[in-house]
């Protein structure tokens, strides 16, 4: 990433699922990964819809809008599958999901064009601009980013609008550098959230209630099962989400799969869930053959207590 990283861009990959009623929180509090019953209004959380053996079938930064009013957004391309299985357990709880995404403008931010009340906040805590949320993300070379979600049609600070047109593979080498990925079709039903750093993240909580596939989250933290983390790699080829990682030592068994990937200015980078005991070995893409991938750095510390 370089200093031409500023301004700002629609983020058109993404989706909004709205989840509206007196037992939204309630509702979402027992479908996902994080605590979100007792989140303040107008704050934000990471979280992950999961299926009952703790695989993730997608991932959210879940903001609340109000007192009974939740906004999810996810990637657009399993937003449709995703809103059908939630809506399946909605029962007679009084809580309306709905796709939003029309309703809702997403605006991705950078450098200067970041709030100056947002750019010394953690990741995912939020502040109101008008009728806007924006969300801080974690920053990649020094450079801050944020996610702002308001009404579609609501007036923006000239800061914002006045600011340079980002591109979309600019954002998208940044969301792999920051090592935050969503889940999208290719790696549906491929992770639990350890396996993508989601506990290093704040993406899960161990403290809360029930909901799908906690046990499986629970005994991955505590009882020291989880074999495979998240790392970033660069390569000369482009690797593609879904697509498997190999150690040059064994041709047999593959050791990772691809989770998102972006161009850079020297070639790709690409998020890769794999074996802990194979990131200290010469790895490659497709076969034991394949191009070489070089590890990189997150910006944040992988906890160990697992």
Aim: glycine share 6%; with cysteine.
């Amino acid at each position: 990433m370089t200093q031409a990283f500023q301004g700002h861009l629609s983020l058109q990959h993404l989706g909004v699922i709205r989840a509206e009623g007196a037992d939204a929180a309630s509702f979402l509090q027992g479908q996902l990964s994080h605590d979100v019953q007792l989140l303040p209004v107008g704050q934000a959380r990471l979280a992950a819809f999961l299926s009952a053996k703790g695989r993730m079938q997608a991932s959210f930064i879940v903001i609340k809008r109000s007192a009974e009013e939740f906004w999810l957004l996810t990637s657009r391309d399993v937003l449709p599958a995703t809103l059908k299985r939630l809506s399946m357990f909605v029962l007679r709880a009084k809580c309306k999901l709905s796709d939003a995404t029309e309703a809702v403008q997403l605006l991705g931010l950078a450098g200067d064009a970041v709030p100056a009340e947002a750019r010394n906040l953690a990741p995912w805590q939020v502040v109101a601009l008008e009728d806007a949320s924006v969300v801080r993300l974690y920053a990649v070379e020094g450079e801050s980013r944020a996610l702002l979600a308001a009404p579609a049609g609501s007036a923006l600070p000239a800061q914002i609008t006045g600011s340079p047109a980002i591109s979309a593979e600019a954002w998208q080498l940044s969301m792999v550098q920051a090592g935050v990925p969503l889940i999208t079709t290719p790696v549906v039903d491929a992770f639990v959230p350890q396996m993508l750093n989601f506990e290093s993240v704040d993406g899960v909580s161990f403290k809360k209630g029930c909901y799908p596939g906690q046990e499986v989250v629970a005994r991955s933290q505590f009882r020291g099962t989880l074999k495979r983390r998240m790392y970033r790699l660069a390569s000369a080829t482009q690797p593609q989400p879904g697509q498997e990682v190999f150690a040059a030592s064994d041709d047999s068994q593959p050791v990772g799969t691809v989770v998102q990937s972006a161009a850079s200015a020297s070639g790709f980078e690409a998020l890769v869930s794999m074996q802990i005991a194979a990131a200290s070995e010469p790895l490659h893409l497709g076969s034991s053959t394949g191009a070489a991938l070089q590890l990189l750095s997150l910006p944040y510390a992988l906890k160990e207590d697992i």
